[in-house]
């Protein structure tokens, strides 16, 4: 079931769709609409499988949240389109002598970078967010989002399981992306910290990722299901919030030129 905020944010969505729907400037947002739905709603059942509640959740997030990714991709060209993508650092440098998450919490330095890398997960600047009423969403959807992780990293023991996935995680990634999950997992388990856009659409990239390419199951790169499904779960819900947000922003851009 889709949560009240996911529900409000889609609602405005569609209002504002309606603007455009029937000209020339509405066939850039059908793709978006069909499969932003489409992860909303979408129901996974396992008739006749044995399989335990962590599992089930897990699978259907991972699988939700990838359709909420592809549903993100859509807008990439339209954000593009209307120049709404962040600046490209001038230099990225490296992350001093820590190339992996681990290496990072071991010499215990808060990294942080002269620029964020550009890629997909940090495609649309969020300056470009005007609308007021898309402000305090988007606000809201970021605490949601750290709310819902709370028990996931408010112990010593829970950080360490999420840090072992996120290790799975970077682990499997190339280049620009790993420099955004030292960052993301730096964020999200920092309470001195803030969290950003960009770095919940990174781990979501990533996963996204794993399970079209490399196959990634509910077992995959954890053992305690729960911490995993918690994690995918809050990514799913701020993914589809966050693409509404953008898409919404990118039609009320439209509309006013």
């Not at 592809?70 to 807008?75: I, K, N, R, S």
């Not at 898309?134 to 010593?156: A, K, P, V």
């Not at 947000?245 to 509309?255: K, W």
Request: charged fraction near 20%.
């Amino acid at each position: 079931m889709p949560t009240s905020r996911t529900l409000t944010t889609l609602d405005y969505f569609s209002e504002t769709y309606k603007d455009i729907e029937d000209n020339s400037n509405g066939s850039d947002f059908k793709s978006f609409n069909s499969r932003v739905l489409l992860a909303i709603y979408s129901e996974i059942t396992f008739p006749g499988l044995p399989i335990e509640v962590d599992e089930m959740e897990t699978h259907t997030f991972t699988s939700k949240l990838s359709e909420a990714w592809f549903a993100y991709e859509t807008l990439l060209p339209i954000i593009a389109k209307f120049g709404f993508e962040s600046d490209k650092p001038e230099k990225i440098k490296p992350y001093g002598s820590a190339n992996t998450i681990q290496e990072a919490i071991a010499l215990h330095r808060n990294f942080a970078s002269p620029g964020i890398p550009l890629g997909k997960a940090t495609m649309f600047d969020d300056s470009r967010i005007t609308d007021a009423y898309l402000e305090i969403l988007m606000e809201g959807s970021i605490d949601d989002f750290c709310q819902s992780i709370q028990s996931i990293t408010s112990t010593t023991d829970s950080r360490d399981k999420t840090q072992a996935y996120m290790l799975h995680l970077e682990k499997h990634s190339l280049g620009l992306q790993k420099d955004l999950l030292l960052l993301s997992y730096n964020a999200i388990t920092n309470s001195n910290s803030t969290t950003a856009p960009y770095h919940v659409m990174s781990i979501a990239y990533a996963v996204r990722n794993q399970y079209v390419h490399a196959g990634e199951i509910f077992s995959s790169g954890i053992e305690d299901l729960s911490i995993k499904s918690t994690l995918l779960a809050a990514c799913f819900t701020f993914v589809t919030q966050y693409a509404l947000i953008i898409a919404t922003q990118l039609i009320i851009h439209s509309v006013e030129n």
